[in-house]
């Protein structure tokens, strides 16, 4: 008993291992295929490169002047920045660099995060089209059943009129599951950047268990790309007033001059800054306010989001279980075929009785599906983790 207990055991740890795998890799086919998250990346690097100009000071002037007699004047002049506003435009080209990753994060785990719905949609409409193809099946049977009935006279107009609609009904549902699908479908092409999928996932993943809220939400919020992203522009913004008040430091000017002669002369100069740019320091003023009120707000905003998340989730978790439990102890469609059969209940009372069955279990899949939808959006932090892997 003992080893049949480890067996099955180890066959579900197979199954949830293969099932993650499985998933992890169509996720990562569209990590790598799709042309946004392309496009994205090399306008990140475009900023990186503008960023790194920054650092060095202007390029020199050179002079050639031509005079009389076969004379001459040459010289060459070098304007320089006060030395500290390179090291200010140095720590603002580093959070730049943290910056576009951030923006690359955050779009990874949106593009990640909708596909990985769309597996789960996947994963359900298959089920639900197996499902409801077997229904339309029965009601095919029956159908023709009361069709031979009515010839026989055994049973009214009534009951055969029943059973032709509720088989255009299933074929109506069957035929709405399959176009569902190919939309689905043809969206995760899209993300794929026009490359086909070959979908073979049968499964959810296992159910997760949450923590409490407010840790759930401390470890959320540390993780969160966009969070980071709004704290790191804040400090971006810090920055750049700091560079904007430099602006108003003198700029320095050496150079050197000779002539035919070969007279060498050394200048410098300073040039003190009186109206170019005069509301530079104002502008990194409001631009720094703006970033702090956004920062507030996207915090504000994503705690009162993931809250109404994690109460949804446990809304339909709890109703899972609920009609799970149920409806695993329950043998309602088998009795209601044998009442049918035996002349127990009437054509119409099976029919009133089992559509009430088939919503409960179509319920019990939409929750399940809600489920996974939602542990995907509460968690869809841990998606860098297949950006990081691959890496």
């Given amino acids: 008993m003992k080893k049949?207990?480890?067996?099955?055991?180890?066959?579900?740890?197979?199954?949830?291992?293969?099932?993650?795998?499985?998933?992890?890799?169509?996720?990562?086919?569209?990590?790598?295929?799709n042309p946004e998250l392309k496009a994205v990346e090399q306008k990140g690097q475009s900023s990186i490169y503008n960023s790194k100009d920054k650092l060095l000071p202007l390029d020199p002037d050179l002079e050639y002047k031509f005079k009389e007699n076969?004379?001459?004047?040459?010289?060459?002049?070098?304007?320089?920045k006060f030395p500290s506003y390179y090291f200010l435009q140095y720590r603002a080209y580093k959070l730049t660099k943290e910056q576009q990753q951030l923006v690359q994060d955050a779009f990874v785990v949106k593009l990640l995060?909708?596909?990985?719905?769309?597996?789960?949609?996947l994963i359900y409409l298959d089920k639900q089209i197996e499902i409801q193809e077997d229904r339309m099946q029965r009601a095919d049977s029956l159908n023709?059943?009361?069709?031979?009935?009515?010839?026989?006279?055994?049973?009214?107009?009534?009951?055969?009129?029943?059973?032709?609609?509720?088989?255009?009904?299933?074929?109506?549902?069957?035929?709405?599951?399959?176009?569902?699908?190919?939309?689905?479908?043809?969206?995760?092409?899209?993300?794929?950047?026009?490359?086909?999928?070959?979908?073979?996932?049968e499964n959810y993943q296992p159910v997760l268990s949450f923590p409490k809220f407010n840790d759930y939400k401390e470890k959320y919020c540390k993780r969160d790309p966009e969070i980071k992203l709004a704290?790191?522009?804040?400090?971006?913004?810090?920055?750049?007033?700091?560079?904007?008040?430099?602006?108003?430091?003198?700029?320095?000017?050496?150079?050197?001059?000779?002539?035919?002669?070969?007279?060498?002369?050394?200048?410098?100069?300073i040039s003190i800054p009186l109206w170019k740019e005069r509301n530079r320091v104002k502008q990194a003023k409001v631009d720094l306010n703006s970033q702090e009120y956004n920062e507030k707000n996207i915090i504000t905003t994503?705690?009162?989001?993931?809250?109404?998340?994690?109460?949804?989730?446990?809304?339909?978790?709890?109703?899972?279980?609920?009609?799970?439990?149920?409806?695993?102890?329950?043998?309602?469609?088998?009795?209601?075929?044998?009442?049918?059969?035996?002349?127990?209940?009437?054509?119409?009372?099976?029919?009133?009785?089992?559509e009430k069955l088939y919503q409960y279990q179509d319920k019990l899949r939409q929750l399940r599906r809600d489920i996974a939808?939602?542990?995907?959006?509460?968690?869809?932090?841990?998606?860098l983790d297949l950006k990081s892997s691959q890496n």
């Fill in 144 to 201: 023709k059943l009361f069709k031979q009935q009515l010839q026989q006279g055994e049973i009214s107009q009534l009951p055969f009129n029943r059973s032709k609609l509720h088989l255009l009904e299933y074929k109506t549902s069957l035929k709405d599951l399959r176009e569902k699908r190919k939309e689905v479908l043809q969206n995760l092409i899209k993300l794929n950047g026009g490359q086909k999928l070959e979908f073979n996932l």
């Fill in 231 to 269: 704290q790191l522009n804040s400090d971006l913004s810090s920055k750049n007033l700091q560079i904007a008040k430099h602006q108003w430091l003198p700029d320095f000017k050496i150079g050197v001059h000779t002539d035919k002669m070969k007279n060498a002369n050394m200048h410098f100069g």
């Fill in 4 to 33: 049949i207990q480890s067996i099955l055991i180890l066959l579900i740890i197979f199954t949830i291992a293969y099932s993650q795998e499985s998933f992890d890799r169509h996720l990562n086919q569209i990590l790598q295929n």
């Fill in 113 to 121: 995060e909708e596909a990985a719905i769309k597996f789960n949609w």
């Fill in 70 to 80: 076969d004379n001459y004047e040459a010289g060459i002049t070098q304007k320089l």
């Fill in 302 to 354: 994503r705690e009162s989001e993931l809250k109404n998340l994690y109460s949804e989730y446990k809304k339909c978790k709890h109703q899972y279980f609920e009609y799970k439990n149920i409806l695993n102890k329950d043998r309602t469609l088998e009795l209601l075929e044998k009442s049918f059969e035996s002349g127990e209940i009437s054509a119409i009372n099976y029919y009133q009785e089992i």
């Fill in 373 to 383: 939808i939602l542990e995907v959006i509460l968690e869809n932090y841990k998606l």
